[in-house]
Structure formats: C-alpha cells, structure tokens
C-alpha cells in the first residue's frame, strides 16, 4: 500500500534537547512539507522541499531544520530553539509542487510533548 | 494578508439533520480550494478540490461547492461517523497552502 508514514506517533522532548520527527513516503511524489498544528489554528506550514537536495522555509521556520538526501525521506528536527514546541506535527507530500495545483496528502503525524 | 476562515467553529447535529460548513477566503489569484477531514489524533484525509466558482463535487452524503469569495460543504443526512474536524485550504498562484482553523462538526445518535 502506498502512503506517508510518520514516526514516533508521540515523542518527548526535554529541554535543551534536540528530537528529530520521521517522514517516509512511497507514493514518489516529488514535493514533501511540514506542518505544526495547534489547538485552535489553522495548519502551518514549517518547510517545504520540492526536489532532492533542496529545500525552503516555511511561515515558522525558526527552531527547526530538515534534510531532503532522498526522494522517499524529509526528517524534521525541532531544536533546542525552538521554545514552544508542544503541538501536533504534520507530514505532507504531493506528486509536484503544491504551487501547480496539486492536492496534498497527509501522514498520520507525530505529537510532541515537552517534559 | 491572505485570509481563510471557517464557520462555525464548532457544529452539534442529529442524526439526519442536513447543514452546510462554511469556508471563506480573502486571496488574490486562487489556484484551488481543497477540503480535508480529521479525526482526533490523525492526519487530514482529503475529500476535494475545487477550481473554479460553480464547480461541485460530491462523494457520499457530502457535496462542496465554490464561488468567488467561499465554498460550501453541505452534509445530508449525516451520520455519527461523520463526526470529524473539516478543514478547508486555499491555495495561490506560485504559492503554497494557506489552511482555515477547521469546523468540529459532532453528530449526534
């Protein structure tokens, strides 16, 4: 079955520590993003890559970073400046970049708490 | 600014009461409006797409709909199983998603 799968399902983060959240895709879609949803808000989007190798920030890009080395892979990493990282951590992926239209399909997510 | 809204915020329905979730948007140059379901704890579920005012598109016991400034989801006869958050999102010409705060619909036996 192809999907996006995300892991772990819940992580915990102690402070001054830095948690890196898992992002697989085997749909071989180009593009794959990261979203942090919060209680009463709209998703936002963190970063975006469109192609092996490269990647851009999001609205709320500071506190994290990302790696793009392969197509399938797109690891989030919530760093120890990032001080409020307590939310629900979305992965996303669509077959070009969402800018052409395309739909974006979602993982289950990871939920982060903070220790 | 770019603005997506929602409403209501939350939804309480019986069994078999028809209603529509409203999704409104302040965008220059809309490429496609795109509705999502999620249930608690879990990643959005795509329903569709909208491209253009007066397009419909419908699967099951919901049907959404698009004009110039909002599109609708209207949910007939709904069941407790479609108990969900409804999300909607926009999005721009080069851009990428702009998404609303989501509508909490519960559906009452």
């Known amino acids: 079955d192809g999907g996006i799968t995300q892991s772990p399902k819940y992580l915990f983060r102690k402070e001054g520590q830095n948690v890196t959240l898992s992002c697989e895709q085997n749909l071989n879609h180009d593009a794959m993003y990261w979203y942090r949803q919060d209680p009463g808000q709209g998703l936002r989007l963190i970063y975006y890559?469109?192609?092996?190798?490269?990647?851009q920030k999001g609205d709320i890009a500071e506190g994290y970073s990302v790696s793009r080395e392969k197509k399938e892979s797109f690891p989030l990493t919530v760093t120890s400046a990032q001080k409020n990282p307590t939310a629900f951590y979305l992965c996303?992926?669509?077959?070009?970049?969402?800018?052409?239209?395309?739909?974006?399909?979602f993982g289950p997510g990871t939920r982060l708490l903070v220790l | 600014e770019d603005q997506v809204t929602q409403s209501p915020e939350a939804l309480r329905l019986q069994e078999g009461e028809s209603s529509s979730l409203n999704c409104s948007y302040t965008?220059?140059?809309?490429?496609?409006l795109f509705w999502y379901r999620q249930d608690p704890g879990k990643g959005p579920e795509f329903l569709f797409t909208l491209y253009s005012a007066g397009e419909e598109k419908e699967k099951e016991r919901l049907k959404a709909t698009l004009t110039k400034k909002e599109s609708f989801l209207h949910i007939t006869a709904p069941k407790p199983e479609d108990s969900a958050t409804y999300l909607c999102?926009?999005?721009?010409?080069?851009?990428?998603?702009?998404f609303g705060p989501g509508t909490r619909l519960s559906v009452l036996p």
């Open positions: 999102a926009v999005q721009i010409y080069g851009q990428n998603f702009v």
């Open positions: 965008v220059s140059g809309l490429r496609g």
């Open positions: 996303a992926s669509s077959i070009a970049p969402a800018s052409g239209g395309e739909t974006q399909y």
């Open positions: 890559s469109q192609i092996v190798n490269d990647f």
